[in-house]
């Protein structure tokens, strides 16, 4: 009988004070500041492709991502900044080159004008390392290869990096 009258009793107390006051369990969410709360992400999350050989890592954006236009966008891998494009062939995926040496599990950050807007760990499991061959490597620039020149599996497809 006492817990039934504690839950009406504190009920009514509820009630009393709740005049338009939010709850303590509401009181983060009012308080976070207006602008990040409306940060979309740009990534969708996940890998489509990764070769560590060719040095490329292919991160599909997602759908409702904002537009980069007038954005600054700068993506960290393992906390290390890394150059980023999105793909001339198929502008659903962002490329980016792996840095030589790059360990996994990767930390993935991605900031849009300084703010995080992505913030994931990829293990590795579908990279694969092709071994860059005179035809991949014919330019004598040693450059890693920019994102257009990087294979972008079928959305539709099973890829899983093995052949």
């Known amino acids: 009988m006492l817990p039934a009258s504690n839950g009406a009793q504190s009920a009514e107390v ?10 303590p369990t509401d009181t983060p969410t009012a308080t976070a500041p207006p602008a990040e709360t409306n940060l979309l992400p740009y990534l969708a999350g996940g890998v489509n492709t990764c070769d560590t050989g060719l040095q ?6 997602d759908p409702s991502a ?16 890394v150059k980023c494009e999105v793909a001339s ?10 840095l030589k040496g790059t360990v996994f599990p990767l ?24 071994v860059p061959t005179a035809e991949t490597s014919n330019d004598n620039s040693n450059t ?20």
């Open 14 to 23: 509820v009630e009393a004070t709740s005049t338009n006051t939010p709850l």
């Open 56 to 61: 490329f890592i292919n991160f599909p954006i």
């Open 66 to 81: 904002p537009a980069l236009a007038g954005r600054n966008l700068s993506v960290s891998l393992n906390g290390n900044p």
């Open 89 to 98: 062939n198929n502008s659903s995926v962002l490329s980016c080159t792996l």
């Open 107 to 130: 930390t993935v950050s991605v900031k849009l004008d300084d703010a995080e807007v992505n913030h994931f760990t990829f293990d590795g499991a579908i990279c694969i390392e092709t």
């Open 144 to 163: 890693s290869p920019a994102a257009t020149e990087t294979p972008v599996p079928d959305p539709n497809s099973n890829f899983n990096g093995s052949p």
